[in-house]
């Protein structure tokens, strides 16, 4: 319902971070670790640290198999680029001092492709059942009196070529869902953040989540309805 908060689904849940001085701190040792914006295509596989924004018009971006750590960067899909997961996890997170510059996600292309899958319950990695992550230290978002969002703003633009099958997670930002999503009446794509704005005819759906790793809670379908 409308302005209802509601409890964190995954408040218990530990989260990887790379910010300093957390019991939930981890140092990796992945198989890739990029320092630099990425605004071309790239693969990469079994994990990593990209300390840099993944910055992106014609190009694509492939992720598998393991947990992604944007140290201190921002995803930014434009026109005609695409990102593509399997069985992994994007962590928008920050290695500084105090956690500064914990990065956000923006898709604000309705001809962006996003292919999203998270790690199932079968994995063994951390963050089962996540698609994207921004982490728990990151500024909490700022509305204005509009209710528009001026402080750690993300956005998802569903368009012909969207699909995530996974948790959403921007426990401090605001989260912008907007389009037409191509989602068919089952799915499992769940969106958790401490504030949302819902424009258009975008549509989500809990339904088929067994096997994902997805905590489940509440309605098992959501539309906006005028």
Request: a negative charge; proline letters at 4%.
């Amino acid at each position: 319902s409308t302005n209802t908060a509601t409890t964190d689904p995954y408040g218990s849940t530990s989260i990887p971070t790379l910010a300093p001085g957390q019991s939930n701190t981890v140092n990796p040792t992945p198989s890739t670790q990029y320092t630099g914006d990425i605004t071309g295509s790239q693969t990469f596989s079994g994990g990593g640290i990209i300390r840099g924004n993944i910055n992106l018009s014609n190009g694509t971006v492939t992720l598998r198999d393991g947990i992604y750590f944007i140290d201190q960067g921002s995803v930014a899909l434009g026109s005609n680029s695409s990102l593509i997961t399997n069985n992994a996890t994007i962590v928008l997170t920050s290695s500084a001092s105090g956690s500064s510059g914990v990065g956000t996600f923006s898709m604000q292309s309705a001809t962006a492709t996003l292919d999203m899958t998270a790690p199932d319950e079968n994995s063994t990695l951390a963050t089962k059942g996540f698609a994207i992550i921004q982490d728990r230290l990151a500024a909490t978002d700022v509305l204005a009196n509009n209710g528009n969002s001026s402080s750690n703003c993300n956005v998802l633009q569903g368009g012909a070529k969207f699909s995530i099958v996974g948790a959403v997670y921007f426990p401090q930002g605001n989260l912008s869902y907007q389009g037409s999503p191509s989602v068919t009446s089952t799915g499992c794509l769940q969106l958790i953040a401490d504030t949302f704005n819902w424009q258009g005819t975008p549509k989500l759906y809990v339904n088929g989540c067994a096997g994902t790793g997805v905590n489940v809670f509440g309605p098992i379908s959501a539309a906006l309805v005028e």
